[in-house]
């Protein structure tokens, strides 16, 4: 059964620096999100990606966040200047946009910023 | 605002147990409602999902959830649980008309259930 696939499962970062999470979506699916999860917190929405543009995105995500699919297969989500605070499970989704309508998710990368 | 909420953090049970864990959401419109698990290690799975027609919907595992449009409501339930189905489960709203809009989650519930 296809999935959807992240790198890394587990990065450490030092504050300020820039990093970038990638996604696999599955193949034929058009709709791509992310999701953070802060420990004992809830799953947060991040942002949504359609058409190679982005269709919705929450308050989290600042000026510090950028989302970019440079080819045909990865979704990115880069951080540019990394805080404390951006310590979380990040997690990708997608779907087909139809029937069955369900949202996908990855198994997440863990990043730690120090 | 809209918002889920689960009433149960954190649920111990035994083995043949049964299982109902709470959700509720802010305010009505039109839904589509998911239960999502998490096994250890594991990707986050659909249970199951409401779109529309029989308030009653049945997933996978045994599990089904019943939405309660007049309480914004859509309890989990199990009639006998078994120790496999230790996880987080997350109830998720998506609110409007389209297909595709973002998930709001409520914060998850811990069930753990002793052999």
């Known amino acids: 059964e296809p999935e959807v696939t992240q790198t890394p499962s587990h990065q450490v970062t030092q504050m300020g620096q820039e990093v970038i999470l990638r996604c696999v979506p599955i193949?034929?699916?058009?709709?791509f999100y992310w999701y953070r999860q802060i420990l004992g917190q809830k799953v947060e929405f991040l942002v949504s990606?359609?058409?190679?543009?982005?269709?919705?995105k929450s308050e989290i995500f600042d000026d510090q966040f950028s989302v970019e699919r440079p080819d045909g297969s990865n979704f990115t989500l880069k951080i540019r200047s990394t805080k404390l605070e951006d310590s979380a499970m990040y997690f990708c989704?997608?779907?087909?946009?139809?029937?069955?309508?369900?949202?996908?998710f990855g198994p997440g990368t863990r990043l730690t910023v120090t | 605002a809209q918002s889920v909420s689960q009433h149960n953090h954190h649920v111990i049970l035994s083995e043949a147990a049964s299982l109902e864990l709470g959700c509720n959401y802010s305010?009505?419109?039109?839904?589509?409602l998911f239960w999502y698990v998490q096994y250890p290690g594991q990707h986050l799975q659909l249970l199951l999902k409401?779109?529309?027609?029989d308030p009653l919907v049945k997933g996978i595992k045994g599990f089904e959830a019943e939405f309660i449009k007049s309480k914004f409501s859509f309890n989990l339930r199990k009639p006998s649980v078994q120790w496999s189905d230790t996880a987080e489960y997350f109830c998720?709203?998506?609110w409007g008309s389209g297909n595709t809009g973002k998930l709001i989650f409520g914060q998850g519930t811990t069930l753990q259930v002793k052999p």
């Open positions: 990606f359609y058409n190679n543009e982005i269709s919705e």
């Open positions: 409401y779109f529309s027609g």
């Open positions: 305010y009505g419109g039109t839904v589509n």
């Open positions: 193949s034929n699916h058009l709709y």
């Open positions: 989704a997608s779907s087909t946009g139809g029937s069955p309508y369900e949202q996908y």
């Open positions: 998720a709203v998506r």
